[in-house]
């Protein structure tokens, strides 16, 4: 069984999570960590319940995102993984050059050193992580969905009551909404999801009432 804590971080309210199972390893998604009492209070939460991080998870390469990935993975040892379209986006807009746009300063992630591709599968103790590549967001984004438990994590594809941004650097309506509909929509009504940004939501009120789609 995934236990799934939230932690809402920095000035731009990224929702961190922490998956961890019953053995105690833990997966880090989307480290947004920005203020030093962030970094406590997630540090406080894994020590606490005695968790091992094994890794960390970025479903896109926006820097809202990967704010505290450069001192998590000094402190634990841990990698970085994600899909390989950021590179990409990193093209024109880079870590760095997005933070300055946005008049933030932080320390540059490390690269990804586990490319996740549509339909990778990422283990935690006995429970399975399916990576969904939805683009239209950035070029990289991804959902973490795991059918035994039925929830999905889906970064900044789907919100409650909205859809990602797309007028960012390679972003793309059609792309983004065509993913949501052929891969997420697809799923479970009761199926939990967990946004980047924001509340919780199921695909089926999604499905009912988001505006967007």
Known sequence: MIHIKKFTFNPVQVNTYVLYAENKECLIIDPGCYFESEFEMLYEFIEKNKLIPIGMVA?????????????????????LSGNAGYKLLFEHMDIK???????FEM???????????????ILLDKSVLKVLHIPGHSPCSIALY???????????????GSIGRTDLYMGNTDLLL??????????DDKTKVYAGHGDETTIGKEKQSNPFL
Do not use: R, W
Not at 97 to 103: D, K, S, T, V, Y
């Open 146 to 160: 795991c059918k035994e438990e039925n929830f999905v994590l889906a970064g900044d594809i789907l919100f409650n």
């Open 178 to 187: 065509n993913g949501i509909k052929q891969k997420l929509l697809i799923l």
């Open 97 to 103: 050059l997005q933070a300055e746009l946005f008049g």
């Open 107 to 121: 320390e540059i992630p490390p690269l990804p050193e586990n490319l996740l591709n549509d339909g990778d599968l």
């Open 59 to 79: 479903t896109h390469f926006h820097f809202d995102h990967l704010m505290g990935c450069a001192s998590i993975a000094k402190k634990y040892g841990i990698k």
